[in-house]
């Protein structure tokens, strides 16, 4: 979510009369006439944030959203366990791609686990958290709300989240080897991971 009282340099804090000075002044150094059209999205943005800091009502409710979500959405489904093998790592993401994404690639993410050499030989069960896109709660994925820009999203539509889950990697394991396996967490879209083994 964006920060606007760091958008117009201003505290969290500062006062109407402050806010309006520091609007002001960054809207003359970027308006287009004056910037030029390289520097029109950054006017943009100093107006958003303006729109929404000098309204009393709307910057409680950005205040208060904005306390919310300093921290990404989290999702923990500590009860999610992927079991990763050896068999063919290609046809079984070719499998995947089939069944998930209807033969295109889809998204994909890429992880490193590192585990000790006794993990290795044994096996292990290691936490891993995914990070993805989810759709936003508070739109639906729209961007606004009511013919308003969503706060929450960003007016994106979705927000940064993780998923988490146990990844149960098999006796034997040799450094570098590569799985890969697929998450469909709710709300967003299904992702195919790719994990990197390395022993320490």
């Known amino acids: 979510m964006r920060d606007y009282y ?10 109407a009369a402050e806010i309006k000075r520091a609007y002001r002044q960054l809207a003359r150094r970027y308006h287009p006439d004056i910037s030029g059209d390289d520097r029109a999205w950054s006017f943009r943005e100093v107006a958003r944030a303006y729109e929404i800091l000098r309204n009393p009502e709307r910057r409680r409710s950005y205040d208060a959203t904005l306390r919310e979500t300093v921290n990404p959405i989290r999702f923990d489904w ?3 366990e992927v079991d990763i093998d050896f068999p063919s790592v290609s046809s079984v993401l070719d499998r995947m791609r089939h ?3 209807g033969g295109s690639a889809g998204t994909e993410l890429s992880a490193d686990v590192e585990v000790t050499a006794e993990e290795a ?3 292990t069960s290691v936490p891993l958290e995914i990070p993805l896109r989810q759709t936003c709660r508070a739109c639906g994925g729209r961007g606004e709300i009511w013919e308003q820009w969503c706060i929450p999203c960003d007016g994106e539509g979705d927000v940064a989240s993780h ?3 146990r990844l149960r990697v098999p006796a034997g394991v040799r450094p570098g080897a590569r799985f890969r396996f697929s998450i469909m967490p709710p709300g967003a879209a299904p992702t195919l991971v790719e994990v990197r083994i ?3």
Not at 6 to 15: F, H, K, S
Request: proline fraction near 4%.
């Open 6 to 15: 760091d958008v117009l340099g201003v505290a969290p804090d500062a006062g």
């Open 78 to 80: 500590a009860a999610d």
């Open 99 to 101: 069944s998930f994404f």
């Open 121 to 123: 030989f044994w096996g």
């Open 163 to 165: 998923h988490q889950l």
């Open 198 to 200: 390395s022993v320490r």
